[in-house]
């Protein structure tokens, strides 16, 4: 990477700033020098010739291995609302979300 470029610990501690983290100089140090690293790395892997080659989600031809969906018998509700520890009209009763209105 062109000296020019690269990342310094002025624009990581402005960053930091920015994302409102509290960094100390020696984590400013450390995290320059990882983030230079991953900029490198970045550069070697844009100067790759890829023509030709499709993009892809995954290295590794996947096909879909679940089932068909279709409709089966499923369990009884009033079945399995009797081995709930409670019920309230017709549907499972859960304890209520912290922080929610009643």
Not at 21 to 42: F, I
Not at 53 to 78: G, K, Q, W
Not at 85 to 96: A, C, D, K, Q
Request: glycine content about 2%; some cysteine.
């Amino acid at each position: 990477m062109p000296e020019r470029d690269r990342i310094t610990s002025t624009d990581v501690a402005h960053v930091a700033r920015l994302a409102c983290l509290d960094l100390t100089d020696e984590e400013v140090e450390e995290y320059t020098v990882q983030l230079r690293d991953v900029l490198e790395y970045a550069d070697v892997v844009a100067a790759l010739d890829t023509a030709g080659i499709p993009p892809t989600a995954h290295p590794l031809p996947l096909v879909n291995a679940l089932r068909e969906d279709e409709p089966r018998p499923s369990l009884d509700r009033d079945e399995v609302l009797a081995m709930a520890p409670e019920v309230e009209n017709g549907r499972f009763r859960v304890p209520r979300i912290l922080g929610e209105a009643p």
